[in-house]
């Protein structure tokens, strides 16, 4: 989506608290730009019913006893799958604010016996016809553990190279890196299912489902440099406020 009028103050633009758009409420197109992009963004973007029928084969598991699935996308779907994740990535991104890996077209990863990797997998959480979360992972060597905010004689994220321009929040993390498998490059959830366990539900399915076969322990999972709220979720998910892992994009 891509607004039509250029933002000349505060006296023309208004601010939407709920999908984070500037708009101009007096601009007919730019009005109804923000009504589109409000509804996809705090109820969840709209999918067709033919992709949903033919997501249903990527199911990791069903969620809500049966009324919701989790999705896992990657480069080797068909076109059609991988627009269904443009869709919701251009929606996250415009609330995340971030700028770094695209999902599509994904490029390749040596792992370390130079074998071909899939670079990234997108997790959609789908309720009826709507998808209301995603999350974006990629597999990663290494992370920095996160220190407590008080004493901490580490260094900024920022510091360090931090390849992210939205929201982040500033945390201080070790000058040590330690191993890890699995990264959380974007989690998005809609704001109308915010705080029902939907991003816990896309965690939880990526540690199972990212390696076949294996169940990636949360210690070797890390973070991408989180917003504020992002930040607070990886502290619920990780059960603690700091020694949980982030990384460089």
């Excluded at 919701?88 to 599509?104: I, K």
């Excluded at 896309?202 to 210690?219: D, H, R, S, W, Y």
């Excluded at 991408?224 to 990780?238: D, H, I, N, V, Y």
Aim: aromatic share 8%; charged share 25%.
């Amino acid at each position: 989506l891509t607004q039509l009028t250029l933002s000349l103050g505060p006296a023309s633009t208004k601010h939407c608290p709920e999908c984070d758009m500037d708009y101009t409420p007096s601009n007919a197109g730019d009005a109804a730009l923000h009504r589109k992009f409000h509804a996809k963004n705090v109820g969840g973007v709209d999918l067709s019913k033919r992709i949903v029928t033919r997501l249903q084969f990527n199911r990791c598991v069903s969620v809500e006893g049966g009324r919701a699935i989790i999705v896992v996308v990657d480069r080797r779907d068909t076109i059609a799958k991988r627009k269904a994740v443009d869709d919701v990535w251009t929606v996250a991104e415009r609330e995340l604010g971030g700028e770094g890996v695209l999902p599509f077209g994904w490029e390749q990863a040596e792992d370390m016996k130079k074998k071909k990797v899939l670079r990234c997998k997108a997790f959609l959480y789908i309720q009826g016809q709507k998808c209301v979360g995603f999350c974006l992972a990629q597999p990663i060597t290494e992370g920095f553990a996160v220190l407590a905010q008080e004493g901490a004689q580490g260094q900024l994220l920022e510091e360090i190279g931090a390849n992210f321009e939205g929201k982040s929040s500033s945390i201080s993390v070790s000058k040590t890196p330690k191993p890890a498998l699995l990264g959380i490059s974007r989690i998005w959830t809609s704001a109308g299912s915010r705080g029902k366990g939907v991003a816990t539900g896309l965690l939880n399915c990526a540690t199972q489902n990212f390696i076949v076969g294996m169940k990636i322990p949360k210690e070797k999972v890390a973070f991408s440099q989180p917003t504020e709220s992002g930040g607070k979720l990886a502290r619920k998910w990780f059960g603690k406020e700091s020694g949980w892992l982030v990384y460089i994009e």
